[in-house]
């Protein structure tokens, strides 16, 4: 679609939201069935097929989670997709669905439902804008919902009151903030409890083996993507920032899924065959503003800046090495790069960086993000102290409309010029040895 028809495709979803719910999301379901269509038979030449795939892969999750609610959960992010995979649910979070709003330029709307409602204009827009939306009633009522307090206080809003107002089955997952094996074993226990729960809700037993099949798919989804990890010092594929962060999905709504196996095994090929170009390698950081124009525009198919990894990403694909698959999947949310003190944050980049041999990192300071927010400073000295030159980069993730275009493409402009400067000042360093 033309950026003038999704335009005006949002324009009538906006205004039929809020008239007539129910044809707003059959309009917007046909939408994105649409866009589903144009996917497969006009996959976007520019990118490797990897690309290709995730991007089916995610728009059917949504289209799922929109058609059949009745066998759809509403989940915060670090809530372990492999469970819900092994209960047959379609898994759907705030931060996608919010961004596929976006995407449909429907936001607005949403937005403005939410500050009627009276939630503060200051908390994070990817709740706000699914808070509008099921606010409207163009969100159906899932089967139930899932959320932890891992890793925003976002969460603690949202659900309780989406819990309440659709009257839902509702579990919660308590994560501790010591990262330690009580946490597992606590964070675990919980985990058994949500398999009895969802089978309740469900009416469907969950066998054993579905929950250690989905441990064991994300086991070998992470080995495939920490060995094409290895291979990105010298592997440069092409990509989009649409691209990046649709593996953010992958890693932990569709965590345990066949599709998150093939996905990690597609990226791998791309990896492979992807020759080293001469372009700046970056480490991001956090989620991707995948919407904001000056970042597409320097990052979307180059070839002299690549991003290279995404802690986000990586953490998702961390290695589940416990045996019991009920404390591998504790571990992954108690260790989560989230959790806890802010070094393990800090240790995670710098290990990325290294991997990857980034020229520098960039930290997008989402908008209403408190606990990356709060953490941004600290965050960027370590990592300078560690000799990677890094910019927090302020913006709006889910409303490209609250952050200024002009201001993001004069300080990521600099900042890649200075990337620039400093590995020819190397270059030329290594020369004169
Ligand atoms: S961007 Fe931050 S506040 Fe918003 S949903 Fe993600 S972790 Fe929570």
């Given at each position: ?91 759907y979070s705030v931060e996608a669905l919010s961004c596929f709003l976006a995407g449909?330029?429907?936001e607005?709307?949403f937005l ?12 994070c827009s990817y709740h706000r804008v699914f808070l509008g939306a ?263 993730g889910c409303n ?34």
């Amino acid at each position: 679609m033309t950026m003038n028809l999704i335009n005006q495709f949002g324009r009538t979803v906006s205004s039929e939201s809020l008239k007539d719910p129910e044809k707003a999301r059959r309009l917007l379901l046909m939408g994105y069935r649409l866009q589903e269509k144009r996917l497969k038979f006009f996959p976007d030449k520019n990118l490797p097929d990897s690309a290709h795939y995730v991007a089916r892969i995610v728009m059917k999750n949504i289209i799922h989670a929109l058609a059949r609610p009745e066998n759809a959960a509403m989940v915060s992010i670090f809530v372990p997709g492999e469970l819900l995979t092994a209960a047959g649910l379609t898994p759907y979070s705030v931060e996608a669905l919010s961004c596929f709003l976006a995407g449909t330029k429907c936001e607005q709307a949403f937005l403005r439902k939410t500050e009627e409602e009276g939630f503060p204009e200051t908390m994070c827009s990817y709740h706000r804008v699914f808070l509008g939306a099921a606010l409207t009633g163009i969100l159906p009522k899932p089967k139930c919902t899932v959320y932890t307090n891992l890793a925003c206080d976002g969460n603690m809003m949202t659900f309780p009151y989406l819990k309440q107002t659709y009257e839902l089955p509702g579990f919660y997952i308590d994560v501790p903030y010591e990262k330690n094996q009580d946490s597992v074993r606590y964070v675990a226990g919980q985990l058994r409890e949500l398999k009895r729960f969802l089978e309740e809700v469900t009416g469907k037993k969950i066998p054993e083996e579905a929950v250690q099949k989905a441990v064991s798919n994300s086991r070998k989804a992470a080995v495939n993507y920490q060995r094409q990890l290895a291979l990105r010092k010298d592997h440069d594929p092409v990509s989009s920032m649409t691209n990046e962060l649709y593996a953010i999905f992958m890693c932990h709504l569709l965590a345990g899924s066949e599709a998150s196996v093939k996905y990690t095994e597609l990226l791998l090929e791309d990896v492979k065959k992807a020759p080293k170009g001469a372009g700046l390698h970056v480490l991001w950081m956090h989620i991707m503003p995948f919407l904001q124009e000056p970042v597409m525009e320097v990052f979307n198919y180059s070839d002299t800046i690549h991003i290279s990894a995404c802690d986000f990403v990586a953490d998702g694909f961390q290695m589940m090495d416990a045996s019991d698959p009920y404390e591998a999947m504790a571990a992954k949310m108690v260790n989560c790069i989230y959790n806890g003190a802010v070094d393990k944050r800090i240790e995670m980049a710098e290990r990325l960086a290294k991997i990857t041999n980034a020229d520098g990192g960039i930290l997008f300071a989402h908008w209403g993000c408190k606990g990356t927010i709060g953490a941004s400073g600290l965050i960027k000295s370590s990592l300078e102290a560690a000799g990677l030159p890094t910019m927090i980069l302020d913006g709006d993730g889910c409303n490209p409309a609250n952050t200024s275009d002009g201001q993001v493409s004069t300080r990521l402009q600099a900042f890649v010029e200075m990337l620039e400067e400093n590995r020819e000042g190397k270059s030329h360093d290594t020369l004169c040895l």
